[in-house]
Nanobody
Framework: QVQLVESGGGLVQAGGSLRLSCAAS????????MNWYRQAPGKQRELVAS???????NYADSVKGRFTISRDNAKNTVYLQMNTLKPEDTAVYYC?????????WGQGTQVTVSS
């Protein structure tokens, strides 16, 4: 059974930092590309950051230079370090991967940035 469990969300003031974690099980983590998405109220879910199995990363323009995605294959965990947070970063953040012919999603973790 594939499980993705996010943690690390919370309430933070603008300019602050948070680190999200996503622990994966039921997949061969080291071969999977991993993604972070977010969805703000009334908006579509958007891709925030991706990391390949080789460690190559990609970011949405809105978070470049502020967010860093990383992975620890020994812990089956992917991280999203978020710095210089802005109120427009407020959203539910989801961990995502493609495994066994299907998109897999975590339950999401709420990030709220106050101005």
């Amino acid at each position: 059974q594939v499980q993705l469990v996010e943690s690390g969300g919370g309430l933070v003031q603008a300019g602050g930092s948070l680190r999200l974690s996503c622990a994966a099980s039921g997949i061969i983590f080291s071969i999977n590309a991993m993604n972070w998405y977010r969805q703000a109220p009334g908006k579509q879910r958007e891709l925030v950051a991706s990391i390949t199995r080789g460690g190559n990363t990609n970011y949405a323009d809105s978070v470049k230079g502020r967010f860093t995605i990383s992975r620890d294959n020994a812990k089956n965990t992917v991280y999203l370090q978020m710095n210089t947070l802005k109120p427009e970063d407020t959203a539910v953040y989801y961990c995502n991967t493609w495994a066994y012919s299907a998109q897999r999603w975590g339950q999401g973790t709420q990030v709220t940035v106050s101005s």
